[in-house]
Every structure is written in structure tokens, then in C-alpha cells.
């Protein structure tokens, strides 16, 4: 257990989720605790319009951790906060998309709960939810899908692999939308395990910088999945979404633009 030392005022920790990059989708509640915050923890997939919400005396300090990619250690991450707390720091720890979905968040607020601290958390806006919502088509809808799964395709180092085979019979069988975060890597092999419970024509999309300037997308099958991928030279950070859900990505872009009338 850490003790916090009597003589120092005790600050504050507020997990952010910062959306899945565009500023205007941040939430009124995360925006004001990004500008009030003394302290910014940011994760690296936080783009650089959002960070620049932050009060010019705030320390920011970037903490990425990217698969494959060089990262800061969560124990690291968690020792920062709270020791940043207990100096009396107003800390925001500021994350892609929502803090409860694979950010880790759960993680970080039961390190700082054992040491006696509160945190507040902001939910935001989840790239699964806001990539496929870009592209004019729901992740829920009550003639396709009855319900959505959000999944990880990255497994925790030592962990068992996701039985994807079996999923995609449960997705088949109660008609649930499959949105699949860090995916891009092992994509084949989930492309061939949802492939003995899913039909090949099944609609897949794979959205890339959901929400910025610089979103890529591709619709395709299962079946043309990984080809699709290499094909467009798709990477990460991207959400794969599978399910009949996709099949209005092409009814929105097939239709018809709205009348336009005269003042």
C-alpha cells in the first residue's frame, strides 16, 4: 500500500476518453477537464487538436502505447499518476476512444483505488462506433443485427487465443455486428477462424483513422479480407467491422443526394 504524505494537498484523477480523434466529437464534460488539468497523461493515438485544448501551463506528458511499436510500460504509467496525484496535481490521464473499452482504464483505476485514491472517469466516443458511423451505416439495426460484440484481435501476451471460430457461429446464430479493435496484424488468422461460422459473402469494413482527416476505408467479403487489406494497404490503428450490418455502407453511397432548394 502507498502512503500518501499528510503535508501535501491531495489532487485529482480523471481518466478522458478522448474520442476517436476528431476534437468535435469530444464531449462537453472531457473538453473542461482537459482544460482544467495541470497534468495531461496522453496516450498516442490522442491527436494534437485535442491536446492543444490544454491550458498553456499544463504539463503534458506523452505515454504511447502503439502494438508493435516502442511503449511506455503500464507500470510506468500507473506510478506517473499516481505520484502525480499525491504532489496535488489536477491529473487527466487522456485515452483514444473510451477509457472501459481496451484502454486499459480498468486497470488504472484499481492501481490508484488500492491507494486510496477516487477517480472520476469521462467516457468517449469508441472508434468502432464512430468508424462505421462515418460511413452512413449502424452497428445495430433491428433487420441485421440484434446486438454488437466488441472483441480485441491482440490478445495479452501468454493469454489463449480468442476462439474465433466459435464466435462467429455465435454471431451467426444471434445475428450480432463483430467489431474487432487491433486486428490489422493477425487478420488472416481471424479472417480464417470467422470463416467456419460465417458465410465467404459476409460484408466486412475496415475503417483506418476513424473520425480524421486522414480516414481510409474499404468494403469487402470475409472471404477477400486479407487481400482487401494488402490491396489498399490498410494498417493500423483500424477497426474491422463484420457483420449485414455493412451492407449499408453501399445503400448510403448508392443513394441519392437531398434536394437542394432555393432560399
Known amino acids: 500500500m502507498n502512503h500518501i504524505s499528510p503535508s501535501l494537498p491531495m489532487g485529482r484523477c480523471t481518466l478522458v476518453g478522448a474520442g476517436p480523434g476528431d476534437p468535435d466529437l469530444l464531449t462537453l464534460k472531457a473538453l ?27 504539463r503534458i506528458v506523452y505515454v504511447g502505447k ?23 496535481e489536477n491529473v487527466v490521464r487522456l485515452k483514444g476512444g473510451d477509457p472501459f473499452i481496451f484502454g486499459r482504464g480498468g486497470e488504472e483505476v484499481e492501481h490508484l483505488r488500492a491507494a486510496g485514491i477516487e477517480v ?46 466459435q464466435l462467429a457461429a455465435t454471431a451467426n446464430a444471434l445475428r450480432l455486428t463483430l467489431v474487432i479493435y487491433m486486428g490489422m496484424r493477425g487478420a488472416a488468422h481471424i479472417q480464417q477462424g470467422l470463416l467456419q461460422g460465417l458465410a465467404p459473402q459476409t460484408p466486412v469494413a475496415v475503417i483506418q483513422n476513424a473520425s480524421l482527416e486522414k480516414q481510409r476505408h474499404a468494403v469487402t467479403t470475409l472471404a477477400a479480407l486479407q487481400a482487401t487489406i494488402e490491396a489498399e494497404k490498410l494498417a493500423s490503428p483500424s477497426v474491422i467491422v463484420v457483420g449485414d450490418v455493412v451492407q449499408g455502407v453501399a445503400a448510403w453511397a448508392a443513394a441519392p443526394a437531398p434536394a437542394q432548394h432555393a432560399a
Request: aromatic share 4%.
Open 66 to 88: 502503439r502494438g508493435g511499436c516502442k511503449s511506455t510500460p503500464q507500470a510506468f504509467i500507473e506510478k506517473l499518476m499516481l505520484q502525480a496525484v499525491q504532489d496535488g
Open 120 to 165: 472520476e472517469v469521462v467516457n468517449g466516443i469508441t472508434a468502432g462506433l464512430a468508424g462505421l458511423s462515418s460511413l452512413g451505416a449502424p452497428l445495430t439495426h433491428r433487420a441485421h443485427a440484434r446486438g454488437v460484440v466488441f472483441i480485441t484481435g491482440h490478445a495479452k501476451p501468454g493469454a489463449d487465443d480468442t476462439d474465433w471460430a
Open 32 to 58: 473542461k477537464a482537459i482544460q482544467a488539468a495541470s497534468v495531461l497523461l496522453v496516450d498516442d493515438l490522442v491527436s494534437d487538436a485535442i491536446v492543444a485544448h490544454a491550458a498553456p501551463t499544463a
